[in-house]
């Protein structure tokens, strides 16, 4: 039951970072209400979804309707992150640079596609659970360089360089 949980949980994960670096764009300019203003807008957002979303599954019969809650909580961080970064670039704070849309469509499509490849492989947890120690230490190695391969490989046919890719290691 945790599993439905933590999935709708990481759906929201780049939106719950993106809120952690876009509000101190405010706070450098004073600007303390703002964020706030925001933050409260998402938080009646996410119990207007947690209502509906966990209706929703408990009609649908859906065995775990507890992870609407997760998923309230990621929809309602992007919005917190859609509208602090609208108010960013509007404000004139923030200007993206050239070529961040090529860079996220390559990589959206790069987790998609990592993502099925990983879905696939780890799809028979039955056999996961009797597998031995070893065993499974060897299955999530081979699991992991595989979804990286696919990932550095997805991204490069995209036409991201090496350097983009080695770019925030920095």
Not at 11 to 27: D, R
Not at 90 to 114: D, F, H, N
Request: charged content about 10%.
């Amino acid at each position: 039951m945790s599993a439905y949980s933590l999935v709708a949980y990481s759906v929201g994960l780049p939106a719950f970072i993106a809120v952690k670096v876009l509000a101190p764009g405010y706070y450098a300019r004073q600007d303390t209400t703002t964020p706030v203003k925001i933050a409260i807008a998402a938080m009646v957002t996410n119990m207007g979804l947690n209502l509906l979303f966990v209706g929703l599954l408990l009609y649908r019969g859906f065995e775990g309707p507890h992870a609407g809650l997760a998923l309230a909580s990621s929809a309602a961080a992007y919005l917190n992150a859609i509208l602090l970064f609208r108010g960013l670039i509007k404000r004139q704070v923030y200007t993206p640079e050239r070529g961040w849309i090529r860079l996220w469509i390559a990589v959206i499509l790069a987790c998609t596609i990592m993502g099925a490849l990983l879905l696939f492989m780890t799809h028979d947890t039955e056999s996961w659970l009797q597998a031995t120690a070893v065993l499974r230490v060897k299955n999530l190695a081979l699991t992991i360089t595989f979804g990286v391969i696919v990932y550095v490989f997805i991204c490069m046919v995209a036409g991201l360089k090496t350097h983009d890719l080695l770019r925030g290691a920095k």
